[in-house]
């Protein structure tokens, strides 16, 4: 699935087991990753002010969603050190 999907089709786990997904709001022309919130009942999403990395603005929910794309496979010898 590689297309933006209404929200309301978007999997609705236990934050816990929830994925962060693309989220996007159509008339409000944003995009950022967020993840539903079932035990709350609502998405939490990145980048919503400059105070909080993480947030949800009543009447601003996403409208789309989709999920991230898979990484690139791994290059010979690479390593997570930094």
């Known amino acids: 699935m590689d297309k933006w999907q209404p929200i309301e089709t978007a999997p609705?786990?236990?934050?816990q087991k929830s994925k962060h997904v693309l989220c996007c709001h159509a008339e409000k022309r944003w995009t950022r990753f967020g993840r539903y919130y079932g035990e709350l009942g609502r998405w939490y999403y990145s980048g919503t002010?400059?105070?909080t990395q993480w947030a949800e603005t009543v009447g601003d929910a996403p409208t789309h969603w989709m999920p991230f794309p898979e990484l690139p496979p791994a290059t010979t010898g690479a390593t997570n050190e930094r």
Do not use: A
């Open 49 to 51: 002010s400059e105070r």
């Open 12 to 15: 609705k786990e236990v934050w």
